[in-house]
């Protein structure tokens, strides 16, 4: 419930701190790639969602504010196993909606389908695990760009980890 709160509070902060400045607006054949590490994480017993998390996601504008692509991501569990996910997964960008208007700001959320895959190795019993399946996904995210095509990101929602940040383009 903590994580939930704290959650909240950045999503709005991120809308309520921008509702005074320009649109940023993807269109068709915007690309935009993220490239992030995980904060937080999930984890089975003894693992403590413990790990370093790498992911990155790439998406193309199809129509004004509407975006799609795919995701992938990777967390190895020291020892114990490893996390993967990839996937395709489409955004909507609100800017529009909400008439945001600094083109510094994006804010989106959407939905994907994805495949993710978790193994370990069982200490006691000295034997190899492997599970894995197909998914839907929500994210929820916020980009600041520093410049015309560099920025940074911040997302949550399903995948490798609670929390994303780290570094976006845009082309």
């Given at each position: 419930?903590?994580?939930f709160n704290v959650l909240f509070l950045l999503v709005a902060g991120l809308l309520i701190g921008t509702q005074s400045f320009g649109q940023f607006a993807?269109?068709?054949?915007?690309?935009?790639?993220?490239l992030g590490i995980g904060l937080g994480g999930y984890g089975g017993i003894g693992f403590g969602g413990g790990g370093l998390a790498f992911g990155g996601?790439?998406?193309?504008?199809?129509?004004?504010?509407?975006?799609?692509?795919?995701?992938?991501?990777?967390?190895?569990?020291?020892?114990?196993?490893?996390?993967?996910?990839?996937?395709?997964?489409?955004?909507?960008?609100?800017?529009?909606?909400?008439?945001?208007?600094?083109?510094?700001?994006?804010?989106?959320?959407?939905?994907?389908?994805?495949?993710?895959?978790?193994?370990?190795?069982?200490?006691?019993?000295?034997?190899?695990?492997?599970?894995?399946?197909?998914?839907?996904?929500?994210?929820?995210?916020?980009?600041?760009?520093?410049?015309?095509?560099?920025?940074?990101?911040?997302?949550?929602?399903?995948?490798?980890?609670?929390?994303?940040?780290?570094?976006?383009?845009?082309?």
């Amino acid at each position: 419930m903590k994580k939930f709160n704290v959650l909240f509070l950045l999503v709005a902060g991120l809308l309520i701190g921008t509702q005074s400045f320009g649109q940023f607006a993807p269109d068709k054949g915007t690309k935009l790639l993220n490239l992030g590490i995980g904060l937080g994480g999930y984890g089975g017993i003894g693992f403590g969602g413990g790990g370093l998390a790498f992911g990155g996601s790439f998406e193309v504008g199809v129509i004004p504010n509407l975006t799609v692509g795919a995701i992938g991501s990777f967390r190895s569990y020291s020892g114990f196993g490893s996390y993967y996910s990839i996937g395709a997964r489409g955004s909507y960008h609100f800017n529009q909606l909400l008439t945001l208007s600094d083109e510094k700001f994006d804010l989106y959320a959407g939905l994907g389908l994805v495949y993710s895959g978790f193994s370990y190795k069982d200490g006691y019993l000295s034997s190899n695990y492997n599970y894995g399946g197909v998914g839907l996904g929500l994210h929820i995210g916020g980009r600041y760009f520093f410049s015309e095509n560099v920025g940074a990101f911040v997302e949550t929602g399903v995948g490798f980890a609670p929390l994303q940040l780290g570094v976006t383009f845009k082309f």
